[in-house]
């Protein structure tokens, strides 16, 4: 892993422009935290590559859970709609501690996924919500994918330290024929 590779997984993705809102450069913000006005409570942001800084200024909430925000140097909507679907990352430990039973996705990814056997089944890819609660995505150790439900069920356990988590093989929902 390059250094700057290393720097950028230090990083946690805590929203994303959707698009632009007035003439006055003010940007509709998709928020990955708990309370969306917190996409801006944690200093400065970085686009993906860390190429670009903005300065967040949050005016209000908007519908669906977004915020309307002001970015310090983008004052039309040309400007605005250049930015959208830019992810917005700060570094993470500008983030609170996370509590007991609680992750960040960006700490899941990468971990090694395995049975309560201690086999080996794959590694997370991704954790993904479409509306019936968090998956983890797993590049499975037979060069799949598969997608298991995060839950107490499913996952009885999230080491971060060590690197894993263990999870109930038979939960694993694989695509094609061989389940």
């Known amino acids: ?9 230090k990083r946690v993705c805590v929203g994303v422009v959707t698009g632009a809102h007035g003439l ?3 940007v509709r913000v998709r928020p990955y935290t708990d309370v969306p006005e917190d996409v801006g409570a944690y200093g400065p942001v970085e686009s993906e590559d860390g190429s670009r800084s903005f300065e967040l200024e949050i005016r209000n909430r908007t519908g669906k859970g977004q915020v309307l925000v002001y970015i310090k140097g983008i004052d039309d909507r040309t ?3 250049g930015l959208k679907s830019t992810l917005l990352f700060v570094p993470r430990d500008r983030l609170p501690a ?12 990468g971990l090694s996924i395995v049975g309560q ?10 954790v993904e919500n479409f509306g ?10 037979r060069g799949g994918v ?4 995060f839950t107490l069920a499913a996952v009885p356990e999230v080491d971060i330290g060590a ?3 263990v999870v109930d093989v038979s939960q694993i929902l694989r695509a094609g024929k061989d389940g």
């Open 1 to 9: 892993m390059s250094d700057t590779d290393q720097e950028q997984s």
């Open 24 to 26: 006055k450069g003010l």
């Open 79 to 81: 400007a605005a709609e």
């Open 98 to 109: 996370a509590e007991d039973d609680e992750f960040y996705h960006a700490d899941l990814l």
């Open 117 to 126: 056997d201690g086999e080996t089944v794959g590694t997370v890819r991704s």
């Open 132 to 141: 019936g609660g968090d998956m983890l995505e797993i590049d499975d150790a």
């Open 146 to 149: 598969a997608t298991i439900p």
């Open 163 to 165: 690197g894993r988590v």
